[in-house]
């Protein structure tokens, strides 16, 4: 089974404050996502990555970035936290750009911004 | 541009009822579709996909017809289970987008004994 891990599952920073969220997939895969989960809003894609040292700019990329120097590791990066990022942050990855090819998705990292 | 819209939640039945999520899209060109569902404290994980019109995607008892004469992808099953409470995601992707997709705001589903 894929395998998608989320380096914190809980996380608590404070405003103005740079974090790093880490996602790693195990199982090979070209493409990688990142999104926020926010209540009423549903899922939102940020950034995401189709090969190594590549990024795409999603639905709301402000105040976001991202890093992906090797295959399977994923990060994404908040340069200056503010609350309005406190927030669900899911990592997902899939096999290719092929539209039959599903996502497979992380677990989650509850993050909260002070 | 690309939408999804899912009927709102929570969603509230009784073990062995007959479960409804209604879903319709908006979309520039012919996507696929599918269901997503999140279990308290989990990620997302793939439900179910139709990637033509007419097709049917199954999985686990669920059920979802992709109905392009009324652009829409309504989510079912029979008899719904206490295992079944979770968030539902209707989502799609279009032909040529990368495999970007783009979410409905999910329908929670509690079932109660």
């Known amino acids: 089974d894929v395998k998608v891990t989320q380096s914190s599952r809980y996380l608590v920073k404070r405003t103005g404050e740079k974090v790093f969220l880490e996602c790693v997939q195990d199982?090979?895969?070209?493409?990688m996502f990142w999104y926020r989960q926010d209540p009423g809003l549903g899922l939102r894609l940020i950034y995401f990555?189709?090969?190594?040292?590549?990024?795409e700019k999603g639905d709301i990329p402000e105040g976001y970035s991202v890093s992906r120097e090797k295959k399977e590791r994923f990060s994404l990066i908040l340069e200056s936290a503010s609350t309005n990022q406190t927030s669900m942050y899911l990592c997902?990855?899939?096999?290719?750009?092929?539209?039959?090819?599903?996502?497979?998705f992380g677990d989650g990292t509850r993050l909260s911004i002070l | 541009g690309d939408s999804v819209t899912q009927m709102e939640g929570p969603v509230t039945l009784s073990e062995e009822a007959f479960l409804t999520i209604n879903c319709t899209y908006t979309?520039?060109?012919?996507?696929?579709l599918f269901w997503y569902v999140q279990y308290p404290g989990e990620g997302l994980q793939l439900l179910l996909k139709?990637?033509?019109?007419?097709d049917k995607g199954s999985n686990k008892g669920f059920e979802a017809t992709y109905r392009k004469e009324t652009t829409s992808f309504h989510l079912e099953k029979g008899s719904v289970q206490v295992s079944d409470s979770a968030v539902y995601f209707c989502?799609?992707?279009?032909?040529?987008?990368?495999?970007?997709?783009?979410f409905g705001t999910g329908t929670q589903l509690k079932v109660e004994l």
């Open positions: 199982m090979d895969h070209e493409n």
């Open positions: 989502a799609l992707v279009l032909t040529g987008g990368g495999n970007k997709l783009t």
């Open positions: 139709a990637t033509k019109a007419d």
């Open positions: 990555s189709y090969d190594v040292k590549m990024k």
């Open positions: 997902a990855s899939s096999q290719t750009t092929g539209i039959n090819q599903p996502q497979h």
């Open positions: 979309a520039t060109g012919y996507p696929s």
